[in-house]
């Protein structure tokens, strides 16, 4: 069996880092192990073509949950990156980091060391912003962070038009407050994706104590007694870890994992014949998700993104990316939105994301027009899902529900936000360029049973599942992990992906993922510690 210091599972936004880092140290040998393939893929480099990525499917993994009454008895679909770089190569590249009250209220609930004022010089360490300096703004770190440049006319006119509904224009939403309207930033550098394979991985993968394993599906972690010794892959190799095994599987397989290795309810491992090394109820529990809906607007003209991949209009398109890196090809599509306080409660609790075309969704055909879309979507949900096992077979996807709704308030939220959205749909910059409005039906706003209804029939995730390995304080008994994200009862094991957020921030989650994970770096090479 070959023997390393660190196996890192799950090459990904968080495994990036962490391979990265830990491999710093030429004495340290590194194993990293990735189910999906190298990123190689042209349309993962051009911002515009996530699109294509989604469509093409060969570099992500659509985990289909159980039907929910919810969302009208649909059942969730979220798709997550299985490529290296994770979700940070497939995703719509914007850089959001959430509220500070996010992180104040990780450290409020026992996770010492997590408040904001903790975290941000993390934050800022990793970045280096091309736009923004100062207190919040990092200039030396490895991840680009850019606004695109390119932006749609129409995500110009939607934020003339949320002006002119009284939110304010926000030129930072990672500044001193997150309030309002505006361009989102970005992981892009020169008109490129800068996904963490590019900001950590490209440098790392060039030293001889780092070792990569692409298209590797590792299937359960090894113990010796309750001490984390290396892991098995799918095709029945192993690979030791004389110091620590680090989980950066993502929230659905992470605890899936460590499911099928022994760690997690007791009652529910048993129930599937599988032996206890650790009881923790909470694996796989306190899953939450962002979720939103959609507004979406006919253009008069055809100035939209609709079909701008097809045909000369898309050998144009990819002729001036190719030679200059700009144009439509360098846009993330989602160029513009903003975050709003829409139940008054002192901080903005919903997010717009804008899409200048009509999107559609796996159980909705998009609508065949020109148009825009602004979707509004839930920051922090109420709701609560779980990802359990099916069976001990690791090729059985997990018994996954995304319990979407499952708390009323979010679906009031949602209801409020398409309130709003239509507001600035029909605000002047944007109904001079609008025919008529196509989703939700016109009138249906009169009723809220209507909107509700509306809400729950189109409401999709926008792929932020996280918490199914919550980080907490020794008093908590759902928790999965320490604040040095060490996994409770066993040794030698931590997590240190989106699984471990004890409640979902008020934002993206790549950017807070990453973060987490320099973190965990940082604890296991002793550069920092909480003395916890
Ligand atoms: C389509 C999409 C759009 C998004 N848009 C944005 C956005 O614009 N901005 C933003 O901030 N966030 C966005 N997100 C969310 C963000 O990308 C994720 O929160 C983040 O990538 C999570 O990082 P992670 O390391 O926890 O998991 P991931 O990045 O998903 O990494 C997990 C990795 O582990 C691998 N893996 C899983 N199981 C195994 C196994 N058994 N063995 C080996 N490898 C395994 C997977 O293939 C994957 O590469 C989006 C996500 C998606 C999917």
């Known amino acids: ?31 990293l ?18 699109f294509k990525v989604i469509e093409k499917g060969r570099d992500i993994v659509a985990y289909v949950g159980e039907p929910a009454e919810g969302v009208n008895g649909r059942p969730s679909v979220v798709l997550q990156g299985n490529v290296i770089g994770g979700g ?23 996770n010492r060391g997590w408040g904001y004022s903790d975290v941000l010089p993390v934050f800022r360490d990793l970045e280096t912003n091309m736009e923004h300096s100062g207190e919040f703004h990092g200039t030396e770190g490895e991840l680009h962070v850019s606004e695109t440049g390119f932006h749609h006319p129409l995500s110009r006119a939607f934020i003339r038009a949320a002006q002119e509904t009284g939110i304010p224009y926000n030129p930072d939403f990672n500044g001193s407050d997150q309030t309002g309207v505006g361009f989102y930033q970005t992981t892009t550098h020169n008109g490129r994706r800068w996904s963490a394979a590019e900001a950590f991985l490209r440098k790392a993968e060039k ?32 690979y030791g870890a004389a110091g620590e095994v680090v989980l950066c599987a993502g929230a659905i397989e992470t605890p899936r994992l460590m499911q099928l290795s022994g760690i997690g309810n007791a009652k529910h491992l048993s129930d599937h014949g599988i032996e206890v090394v650790a009881d923790l109820p909470g694996v796989g529990e306190n899953y939450q998700d962002h979720l939103e809906t959609t507004v ?28 200059t890196r700009t144009g439509m090809l360098a846009s993330n599509v989602v160029e513009s939105g903003g975050f709003i306080d829409v139940s ?25 027009e020109h148009g825009i879309a602004i979707g509004p979507c839930f920051l922090r949900p109420k709701s609560r899902g779980s990802v359990k096992l099916r069976s001990a077979d690791f090729k059985d996807a997990a018994l996954f529900d995304a319990g979407s709704f499952s708390h009323n308030d979010d679906l009031e939220i949602l209801v409020r936000g398409v309130k ?12 001079r360029l609008i025919k008529r409005r196509a989703l939700p039906e016109p009138g249906i ?15 999709k995730t926008v792929f932020h599942p996280v918490g199914t390995a919550k980080m907490g304080p020794d008093s908590d008994s759902m928790a999965v992990v320490d604040t040095e994200l060490r996994v409770r009862g066993v040794q030698g094991l931590r997590v240190a992906d989106a699984s471990i957020m004890p409640r979902l921030v008020s934002g993206n989650t790549n950017a807070p993922t990453m973060m987490i994970a320099e973190r965990g770096a940082r604890f296991i090479t002793g550069k920092e510690t909480l003395n916890c």
């Not at 070959?2 to 491999?23: H, Q, T």
């Not at 940070?88 to 590249?93: F, I, K, L, Q």
């Not at 090894?222 to 892959?233: C, P, Q, S, W």
Request: proline residues 4%; charged residues 25%.
């Open 207 to 238: 030293r001889k104590n780092l070792k990569i394993i692409t298209e590797a599906r590792v299937a359960r972690i090894l113990f010796e007694g309750t001490r984390a010794v290396g892991v098995t892959l799918e095709d029945g190799s192993r």
């Open 88 to 110: 940070s190569s497939v995703n719509a590249m914007l850089y959001v980091r959430g509220q500070a009250e996010d992180y104040d209220g990780w450290a409020q609930d026992g």
């Open 33 to 50: 192990i990735e189910s999906g393939r190298r990123d190689d893929a042209a349309f993962i480099k051009i911002p515009a073509t996530f």
């Open 420 to 431: 709003k959205s239509i507001e600035i749909l029909e605000a002047p910059s944007l109904a």
């Open 445 to 459: 706003e009169n009723s809220d049973d209507a909107l509700k209804d509306f809400v729950r029939q189109t409401a």
């Open 296 to 323: 979406q607007g006919v253009t008069k003209d055809p100035i939209s993104f609709y079909r701008q991949d097809k045909g000369l209009r898309g050998a144009l398109h990819m002729a001036q990316y190719l030679a």
């Open 344 to 368: 008054d409660v002192g901080l903005p609790d919903l997010q717009l994301h804008v899409l200048p075309f009509m999107v559609g969704w796996a159980d909705r055909e998009p609508i065949e």
């Open 1 to 31: 069996m070959e023997k390393f210091d660190y196996i890192v599972v799950g090459g990904g936004s968080s495994g990036c880092v962490m391979a990265s880092r830990l491999s710093e140290d030429p004495g340290a040998r590194v194993l």
